[in-house]
């Protein structure tokens, strides 16, 4: 790729008029769409569009950044903080949620708008965003023994440059009761040329084991820019994850998430979580049956080797860890 991750965020696009067009749509579901789209910002980049089926308004990948009239739906059971976020921050941006992990919050950008994200009501603006800024988060993880990992997430914490990336990293290094790192990211697979020299070269240097854990959701999302951004973070030592949320039209079906599962495991990426979906406003029209997923679970359990099926489960905010998602 000629065109390097900034310039992809600078030219993606913004909003549902010129998504529609380079995808060849028209009619009604422009206005849709556009009654929509108040709810939440437009911002799908090139790269993703892509792979994207033209002329086809279902298609899998559009579904999930395409604005809907029913994002101003209100419910009871759908909220603005779905998994509690505000109770446990600590210090700005960092959240000490569960033992032995904490969770900083280095960006309110995006590669990409997913609609039904559980962050779309976070108050970005409020989250540090350099070094001095993140120093109340480091000063909080140096003082306690018992936070042997860091989460980076945001937003998507690749979007921030890697000078700044490193040298956040490097504060980690000094601090010797951390032993793992965790990266949640969506850019690898947006932007694949976001994994490139620079990224790789911090994280090759850190002391710390490398855990980097995408999101994908269906399998058209896997092209062969996205399989070479793996093979680059596998190959600067990280060990890379995959979690999906269960989404009604895009992912609901057995066929749709073993084909996912196995073109995951083919890349070298272990499927780790699926999500009941996190139930916040904007969001209610994603929501998929909780029967239906155990049945889907149930299926790909017959169809796949034990290390491709993942965990389905639920975040509930308060609780001590993700639930999983039994027959009552």
């Known amino acids: 790729m000629d065109r390097t991750w900034q310039n992809a965020m600078k030219v993606a696009i913004r909003n549902s008029t010129e998504l529609f067009e380079l995808l060849n749509l028209s009619g009604d579901a422009v ?53 509690g976020d505000a109770q446990v921050e600590k210090a700005p941006g960092l959240l000490h949620k569960y033992m032995g992990r904490v969770l900083l919050i280095v960006s309110g950008a995006c590669g990409v708008h997913c609609r039904y994200c559980f962050r779309r009501h976070y108050p ?31 937003g998507d914490p690749l979007t921030v440059v890697d000078d700044h990336l490193a040298e956040l990293v490097e504060r980690f290094d000094a601090i010797p009761h951390l032993t793992r790192l965790r990266i949640h990211t969506r850019m690898p697979v947006v932007i694949p040329q976001r994994v490139d020299q ?20 269906h399998v058209q999302e896997i092209d062969e820019n996205v399989v070479e951004a793996i093979n680059k973070l596998r190959l600067a030592g990280a060990t890379v ?4 949320v269960l989404l ?3 992912n609901d079906t057995a066929d749709k998430l073993e084909a996912l599962c196995q073109r995951l495991v083919d890349c070298g990426v272990m499927p780790y979580y699926l999500h009941q979906l996190d139930r916040v406003a904007g969001a209610t029209h994603f929501e998929t049956d909780r029967v239906l997923g155990l049945k889907i679970m149930e299926e790909l359990a017959t169809r796949l080797p034990g290390y491709a099926v ?12 993700k639930s999983m998602i039994q027959l009552p």
């Open 124 to 154: 970005y603006s409020a989250a540090p965003k350099s070094i001095d800024q993140w120093l109340p988060a480091i000063e909080y993880i140096e003082r306690d023994p018992s936070i042997h990992e860091v989460i980076l997430s945001g």
């Open 310 to 321: 993942p965990k389905y489960v639920v975040e509930i905010a308060g609780e001590p860890s």
């Open 248 to 250: 009604r039209g895009v």
């Open 241 to 244: 994850l995959n979690q999906a």
């Open 198 to 217: 620079k990224l790789c070269g911090w994280l090759r240097r850190t002391r710390l084991s490398k855990w980097v854990v995408l999101h994908i959701n």
């Open 31 to 83: 206005r849709t769409s556009k009654e929509g789209e108040g709810q939440f910002p437009v911002f799908v980049p090139l790269e993703f569009l892509r792979r994207m089926r033209l002329g086809d308004i279902n298609d899998p990948l559009l579904l999930q950044v395409l604005p809907r009239p029913e994002e101003s739906n209100v419910d009871a059971k759908f909220d603005f903080d779905p998994v």
